[in-house]
Nanobody
């Protein structure tokens, strides 16, 4: 079992930045690819960014490419999502997820463990 806890969400103005963190505990963190998803009110949970277990590969949704950066620090069992140039349409609950695989997955069904989510609100 892996437990994931997100933090760093909050309220920010358009154009601002936030850094989300996801701390993992339980079974070893390193073999898992990690992802960030988001869910806006009334909408489905969608892929935002993913990082391979080594950290050597990353993948982004087109809507956040060039603005968001995912990274991980395996020794600290933590994955990050740096969000810059935030827009009102980025408002959502952001979830961290772990996938027992080497490569990045974009489908929710590929992920085995989920955090409880952290709210990000971008005001216009």
């Amino acid at each position: 079992q892996v437990q994931l806890v997100e933090s760093g969400g909050g309220l920010v103005q358009t154009g601002g930045s936030l850094r989300l963190s996801c701390a993992a505990s339980g079974r070893t963190f390193s073999p898992y690819a990690m992802g960030w998803f988001r869910q806006a009110p009334g909408k489905e949970r969608t892929f935002v960014a993913g990082i391979s277990w080594s950290g050597g590969s990353t993948l982004y949704a087109d809507s956040v490419k060039g603005r968001f950066t995912i990274s991980r620090h395996n020794a600290k069992h933590t994955v990050y999502l740096q969000m810059n140039s935030l827009k009102p349409e980025d408002t959502a609950v952001y979830y961290c997820a772990a996938d027992r695989g080497l490569f990045i997955a974009t489908s929710r069904s590929e992920y085995d463990y989920w955090g409880q989510g952290t709210q990000v609100t971008v005001s216009s």
